[in-house]
């Protein structure tokens, strides 16, 4: 598998869970079925015959050897979506000229990342979820524990432990519902064609 690096989440800083997602090898998959779902549209629309696409089954899987062959043609074309183009139409010959049809590149490569982060961002809204109902139970735990209460950065009146870890579960419940309420302004994929006119 080639070391080139697409995002900083993909080695240092993630956890197994996110270094996949953000892996050139999910990536390029990704890149791979967004032509194909382009395709199918395509088809269901009646603009490709639908022969095209019957060879293929429910998805298209690179391997890693496919995406070493990607990177040979990308020194050659000089550009990765054209060199994952070309990959397609060699792999499976019905593509041919149908394939990316309408599109062009950022159109594909924005549907990805929009595809790539809402998978990732699923990731963290389970470990939010998970620290959450670590401390509603760490709460419930320390409901009698006292402790100092503060204002203005000095003591004042005594509270319990419970009282502030459930403020603080509040809050990061808050921040948990806006994020699930951003989805569907966040992940709207667009397929507008090369100068956005959708021709």
């Known amino acids: 598998m080639s070391s080139t690096k697409v995002c900083p989440f993909e080695w240092r800083y993630a956890s197994r869970e996110m270094r996949r997602v953000f892996s050139e090898y999910k990536r390029l998959n990704i890149m791979a079925r967004v032509e194909l779902a382009l395709l199918r549209g395509l088809v269901k629309a009646g603009l490709v015959p639908e022969k095209v696409v019957e060879d293929i089954g429910k998805d298209i899987e690179l391997t890693e050897e496919d995406i070493l062959q ?9 550009h990765e979506t ?6 397609l139409s060699k792999k499976y010959e019905k593509l041919g000229a149908y394939i ?16 790539l982060i809402r998978e990732a961002l699923g990731i963290v809204e389970v470990k939010i979820a998970e620290l959450l109902r670590a401390m509603v ?26 009282f502030k870890l459930m403020n603080h579960a509040y809050e990061i419940s808050l921040c948990l519902e806006r994020l699930l309420e951003s989805h569907r302004r966040l992940f709207v994929l667009k397929m507008s064609g090369a100068v956005g006119t959708m021709a």
Do not use: C, F, Y
């Open 70 to 78: 990607l990177r040979e043609i990308e020194k050659r074309v000089k």
């Open 137 to 162: 139970r760490l709460a419930d735990e320390h409901v009698d524990t006292v402790m100092v209460g503060r204002t203005h950065g000095q003591q004042a009146l005594p509270i319990t432990l419970g």
């Open 82 to 87: 054209v060199a994952l183009i070309e990959l």
């Open 100 to 115: 990316h049809l309408g599109a062009t590149s950022n159109d594909i490569i924005d549907t990805t990342w929009s595809l």
